[in-house]
């Protein structure tokens, strides 16, 4: 898969794609901890811990379930490359949140998203999306 520019990864399908996915998963999982009561500082800031927690258990999950034996198949046939290529441009994104996530840039400081406590809570979230139901979602046109 070739880079895309940033600023034009959205007219790319495969980008388009990838992005719109994301999208819909990360809002599925907020919105799991959003609340109408009253919450201290605290209580909000273990919400958002939690949250990031979860989704980057999504991403982890999500970059790792094809391995290299799965891309090489679906290398080999042409009728696979919308799936290969879905894929590819899903887990760049992914690649890309999760440094974001490491480095701060989603509300929570360096030193805890490199705590082991951190990677704990990430490890306790499990993701029920199989590789066969990811492949169904790659080949919806």
Do not use: C
Not at 1 to 17: A, Q
Not at 78 to 100: C, D, H, K, T
Request: aromatic letters at 10%; a neutral charge; zero cysteines.
């Amino acid at each position: 898969m070739l880079k895309v520019p940033k600023n034009e990864f959205l007219e790319n399908e495969f980008f388009s794609f990838a992005n719109n996915f994301l999208k819909e998963n990360i809002n599925r999982i907020s919105s799991k901890y959003k609340t109408d009561k009253e919450l201290s500082d605290q209580d909000k800031a273990n919400l958002h811990y939690n949250m990031v927690s979860e989704i980057t258990s999504f991403f982890l999950h999500i970059s790792a379930i094809f391995g290299e034996n799965d891309l090489k198949t679906l290398d080999k046939t042409e009728a696979n490359l919308l799936i290969l290529n879905r894929y590819l441009a899903i887990r760049q994104l992914v690649q890309s949140q999760v440094e974001g996530v490491m480095n701060a840039r989603w509300g929570l400081p360096k030193e805890i998203t490199e705590s082991e406590n951190f990677k704990s809570n990430i490890a306790r979230f499990k993701n029920d999306l199989t590789k066969e139901q990811f492949v169904e979602i790659l080949k919806v046109k």
